[in-house]
C-alpha cells in the first residue's frame, strides 16, 4: 500500500479523494498496489466531510511521516505551493500538481530536484485539464521532433466565443453567465486575457525544446475585443474566431503566441466547442494529431492528477525522465513571424487596400459603413506599422 496526501481541499483536490474513493480498485490494479490518502491539508475545515478525520493544518506532519510517498498539490497559485511542493521534493516524496502557475514559473528548478532525488515531479493536469498531452509529448512521441503544437486550452474563452458565434451575444453577456454557470471565475482576466493559456503553450513547448519557455515573453492577446460583428465577419469566410496558443519550431527557433485567430471549417480546431479543449501536433514524421476532451472540471482534472499518482507508484525510486533545464529558451522576436489578416475598417477600405495586398474584400449584409479585407502574407512588424498608419481600423484578426 502507498500512501498520499492531498494539499488543498478545492475543487480539484477533492476531486482527487473522490476518484480514489470511486475507482480504487482499478487504481490499485493499474498502479501494482493500493493507493490511500493519509492526509488532507487545507487550513479550512470540513467537519461534515466524510473524509474529515484526515485533515491537518500543518505541513510539517506530511513532511515528518515516512509512510507518505506521494503528495498531490492542488493549492494553486505560485505560493505557498511553490515551498511545499519544494519542501516535498527535498524530503524525497515525489509530487504530483495541477498547478499551471507553479509549473510554469519554477517547473524546471522543481524536475531538477526531482531529478537528483530519484523521484517524480510530474504535471499533467496543469495543461489540459483530462486531456493526456504531457504523457503524450514525453512517452508516445520521443521518436519525433514536433514542430508544431497548437490549442484551444481554456475552456472558459472557448464557451464565450462558442456562444457569440452561434447566438450572436456580446461578450459581456456571456461572460456573465458563465460566471454564473461556474465556467468562469469571479475574477477573468487570467482566462480572457489570455495569460492562462501564455502558461500552459510556455510549459508545453518548454517540454518539447527541453529548456524553460518564460511566458512573460510569449505575445498574448486575449478575447475581451470581440464582437458579434467580428463573428458574422467571419461567418461570411466560412470561419470561427478562436483563441488559440500555437508555438511552432522556425530556423529562428520555437515562435510562440496567444491570441484569437479566424479559422477556417478545414482547421482541425474549428470544431471545438463549448468548454472542452484541444491539441493539435504535428510532428516531423507522426505528421498530425489531435488531442480532445474536457480541459476542465473538477472530475477529468482530478483523473489526470490520479493518474500521475499511478505513473509515480509504479516508479518509486524512479525518476521517469521527464524534464526541461533551468536554460532559457530565445523566442524570435515576434516583429519577423509572417501571418494571414484580416481587418474591418470604417468606410471603402481604399487606404487599407493601398496598405496592404489585399487577396480577398468582404462584406457582410447589414452591416454598413466598414470593409473587410484579408491581406496576402506579411510579418507581424509590418503588419502593426502598416495598421498604426490607418483611420478607422475596427478591429483585425490573425488566419489560420
Do not use: W
Amino acid at each position: 500500500m502507498v500512501k498520499i496526501a492531498v494539499m488543498g481541499y478545492g475543487t480539484i483536490g477533492s476531486g482527487v479523494v473522490e476518484v480514489i474513493d470511486i475507482n480504487g480498485g482499478r487504481i490499485a490494479q493499474n498502479a501494482g498496489q493500493e493507493v490511500q490518502v493519509k492526509y488532507i491539508l487545507d487550513l479550512k475545515d470540513f467537519p461534515d466531510d466524510p473524509h474529515h478525520d484526515l485533515f491537518v493544518k500543518d505541513i510539517e506532519e506530511i513532511l515528518n511521516d515516512d509512510e507518505v510517498k506521494v503528495v498531490v498539490e492542488t493549492m494553486g497559485g505560485v505560493e505557498p505551493a511553490h515551498t511545499f511542493v519544494k519542501r516535498c521534493l527535498e524530503a524525497g516524496k515525489s509530487v504530483t500538481t495541477s498547478n499551471k502557475a507553479l509549473v510554469a514559473k519554477h517547473g524546471a528548478e522543481l524536475l531538477a530536484i526531482a531529478k537528483e532525488k530519484n523521484i517524480n515531479f510530474l504535471f499533467e493536469a496543469s495543461v489540459g485539464g483530462g486531456i493526456p498531452i504531457i504523457r503524450a509529448l514525453t512517452s508516445s512521441l520521443t521518436a519525433d521532433e514536433i514542430e508544431e503544437i497548437t490549442g484551444i486550452l481554456n475552456g472558459t474563452t472557448n464557451y464565450i466565443l462558442t456562444k457569440m458565434d452561434v447566438e450572436g451575444s456580446r461578450f459581456e453577456d456571456v461572460l456573465k453567465e458563465a460566471q454564473e454557470l461556474g465556467y468562469a471565475e469571479a475574477n477573468p482576466t487570467d482566462d480572457v486575457e489570455g495569460y492562462d493559456a501564455c502558461r500552459k503553450i510556455a510549459i508545453l513547448t518548454s517540454l518539447i525544446s527541453g529548456k524553460t519557455v518564460d511566458f512573460e515573453e510569449i505575445y498574448t492577446e486575449g478575447i475581451t475585443g470581440v464582437k458579434p460583428e467580428d463573428m458574422k465577419y467571419a461567418a461570411a469566410m466560412g470561419r470561427t474566431i478562436k483563441l488559440l496558443a500555437t508555438s511552432r519550431k522556425t530556423d529562428a527557433g520555437y515562435s510562440a503566441m496567444v491570441a484569437p485567430f479566424m479559422l477556417d471549417s478545414e482547421h482541425p480546431l474549428y470544431n471545438v466547442h463549448g468548454v472542452f479543449n484541444a491539441v493539435f501536433v504535428h510532428g516531423n514524421v507522426l505528421d498530425d494529431a489531435m488531442f480532445y476532451g474536457r480541459g476542465a472540471g473538477k472530475l477529468p482534472t482530478a483523473s489526470a492528477v490520479v493518474a500521475d499518482v499511478v505513473d509515480i507508484v509504479k516508479n518509486l525510486d524512479n525518476n521517469t525522465g521527464i524534464t526541461f533545464t533551468a536554460d532559457r529558451l530565445a523566442l524570435p522576436d515576434v516583429s519577423s513571424v509572417k501571418n494571414t489578416f484580416f481587418v474591418r475598417i470604417e468606410g471603402d477600405g481604399e487606404a487599407a487596400k493601398k496598405a496592404f495586398n489585399v487577396a480577398q474584400t468582404v462584406t457582410v449584409p447589414g452591416i454598413s459603413g466598414e470593409v473587410g479585407i484579408v491581406t496576402e502574407p506579411v510579418t507581424e512588424g509590418e503588419f502593426k506599422a502598416a495598421v498604426e498608419g490607418l483611420d478607422g481600423v475596427i478591429s483585425s484578426y490573425r488566419l489560420a
